[in-house]
């Protein structure tokens, strides 16, 4: 599977029988040239099935056969892994997005772009991505209430005011126990 071509050169190194007078070995020597066959090898990408938002994945490129010279494998979120000479594995470790307090887990394909070194005679990437599913760790948004005054005289105002403790996407309603509600906007 390596690059390795080579000449064959053999020579006569003594004759004998024959009844010859003078038996001369000629000491010009037979050259075979040996191409070398073409023999593919392969690099793959696997990752762990699922990671928590907020993880690490690490990415594993492995060889079907030693790498005589270190191997670069470059992958289509920009990291890079080298699996060293001798070798036929090697890891990186990509993070995940920051864990936030909304619903968002989503799935990362990443592929081989560029795999090159090992002195092979052909290696090639595999085309099959690493699918790794990042779920959605569960982060809890609390809803308060507070009202402008301590105390009011009879038929007087009360303003309630709901607050969030993290920035709501969708409209939210909070209904109060007097049967009133609020509606805290998106943003």
């Not at 003078?22 to 990752?47: K, Q, Y």
């Not at 994945?57 to 270190?70: D, E, G, R, V």
């Given at each position: 599977?390596?690059?390795?071509?080579?000449?064959?050169?053999?020579?006569?190194?003594?004759?004998?029988?024959?009844?010859?007078?003078?038996?001369?070995?000629?000491?010009?020597?037979?050259?075979?040239?040996?191409?070398?066959?073409?023999?593919?090898?392969?690099?793959?990408?696997?990752?762990?099935?699922?990671?928590?938002?907020?993880?690490?994945?690490?990415?594993?490129?492995?060889?079907?056969?030693?790498?005589?010279?270190?191997?670069?494998?470059?992958?289509?979120?920009?990291?890079?892994?080298?699996?060293?000479?001798g070798e036929s594995v090697?890891?990186?470790?990509?993070?995940?997005?920051?864990?936030?307090?909304?619903?968002?887990?989503?799935?990362?394909s990443t592929t081989i772009?560029?795999?090159?070194?090992?002195?092979?005679?052909?290696?090639?990437?595999?085309?099959?991505?690493?699918?790794?599913?990042?779920?959605?760790?569960?982060?809890?948004?609390?809803?308060?209430?507070?009202?402008?005054?301590?105390?009011?005289?009879?038929?007087?105002?009360?303003?309630?005011t709901a607050t969030l403790?993290?920035?709501?996407?969708?409209?939210?309603?909070?209904?109060?126990?007097?049967?009133?509600?609020?509606?805290?906007?998106?943003?």
């Amino acid at each position: 599977v390596y690059n390795n071509g080579s000449t064959v050169s053999t020579t006569i190194t003594g004759a004998t029988g024959g009844n010859f007078e003078n038996l001369v070995p000629s000491t010009t020597p037979a050259v075979t040239t040996i191409t070398d066959s073409i023999d593919t090898t392969t690099v793959t990408l696997t990752a762990g099935n699922t990671v928590t938002e907020g993880g690490q994945i690490t990415y594993t490129a492995t060889l079907t056969n030693p790498a005589q010279t270190p191997v670069t494998v470059t992958l289509s979120n920009g990291s890079v892994i080298t699996i060293k000479a001798g070798e036929s594995v090697g890891t990186v470790v990509v993070d995940t997005p920051a864990n936030d307090v909304y619903n968002n887990g989503s799935t990362v394909s990443t592929t081989i772009t560029g795999a090159t070194g090992g002195n092979f005679e052909n290696l090639v990437p595999s085309t099959t991505p690493a699918v790794t599913t990042i779920t959605d760790s569960i982060d809890n948004t609390t809803v308060s209430l507070t009202a402008d005054k301590a105390s009011v005289v009879e038929g007087g105002d009360i303003t309630y005011t709901a607050t969030l403790t993290n920035k709501a996407q969708t409209d939210v309603t909070v209904t109060l126990s007097n049967g009133q509600t609020i509606t805290i906007k998106a943003g």
